[in-house]
């Protein structure tokens, strides 16, 4: 029986952008908003065009939701339930999907609405939605998703180590990697820069989660 429970589990497998992002932001609101969640369609669209916590910008009409949505439900990431009036809401099957406990869906969550990022961005990102109390807790939590084949390095072990999910298509995922290649090597400091970059990155860490923590606010007014 659990070799056919096996057999009948969902698997993670490669999105589309759009997909990507619709995912995102269901599990994102099932945590940061959940008076409004499941989500209406309207409320997809919004979530997934909004300004803060995003990158790319996207701008996804009704057509371009629906066809996301249909793509998460083909693949069990995703279900239709019925709303309390007319409008069909939307929720995430992430948990199961993906096999993660919360934490790892926090940090998977903000891979897939920001994109690459370091640990330190990750963690200033997705505490808002699950307590990742050091880099230390950060790094433990990629570390069982590198295992589950569900996010991958994008760079060489050290400060500013890129991480990336791995839901990209094969053609996205190799520009990825190429592309932050590149950026390593063109802003490699050198040994007599190296503390003076380090401590700007210090800085930077602080200002980054200030910035974090101001738009999870706009998000809650914006809700």
């Known amino acids: 029986m659990n070799a056919e429970s096996n057999e009948d589990k969902p698997t993670p497998v490669p999105l589309s952008p759009a997909a990507r992002r619709v995912l995102g932001v269901l599990v994102e609101k099932a945590k940061t908003t959940p008076d409004h969640y499941p989500l209406t369609l309207t409320g997809v669209i919004a979530g997934s065009n909004q300004k803060s916590n995003r990158a790319p910008k996207m701008d996804l009409d009704d057509e371009d939701a629906l066809l996301a949505l249909d793509?998460?439900?083909?693949?069990?990431?995703?279900?239709?339930?019925?709303?309390?009036?007319?409008?069909?809401?939307?929720?995430?099957?992430a948990y199961e999907w993906m096999d993660v406990d919360s934490p790892q869906a926090a940090v998977m969550t903000e891979l897939l609405l920001r994109g690459p990022q370091t640990a330190g961005e990750i963690r200033s990102r997705a505490s808002r939605m699950s307590p990742l109390p050091d880099l230390n807790a950060t790094q433990a939590v990629l570390?069982?998703?590198?295992?589950?084949?569900?996010?991958?390095?994008?760079?060489?072990?050290?400060?500013?180590?890129?991480?990336?999910?791995?839901?990209?298509p094969p053609d996205e995922r190799q520009y990825l990697g190429a592309k932050v290649a590149k950026q390593a090597a063109s802003t490699a400091p050198s040994p007599e820069s190296k503390s003076v970059v380090d401590q700007l990155l210090?800085?930077?860490?602080?200002?980054?989660?200030?910035?974090?923590?101001?738009?999870?606010?706009?998000e809650e007014l914006e809700s």
Request: glycine share 10%.
């Open 71 to 93: 793509e998460l439900r083909s693949v069990g990431a995703a279900r239709e339930v019925q709303g309390s009036g007319r409008a069909n809401k939307y929720r995430h099957a």
């Open 143 to 168: 570390d069982a998703l590198i295992a589950k084949g569900l996010v991958e390095a994008l760079s060489p072990p050290g400060r500013g180590q890129t991480f990336a999910h791995t839901l990209y």
């Open 202 to 218: 210090s800085r930077l860490d602080a200002v980054t989660e200030r910035i974090n923590k101001l738009e999870q606010r706009l």
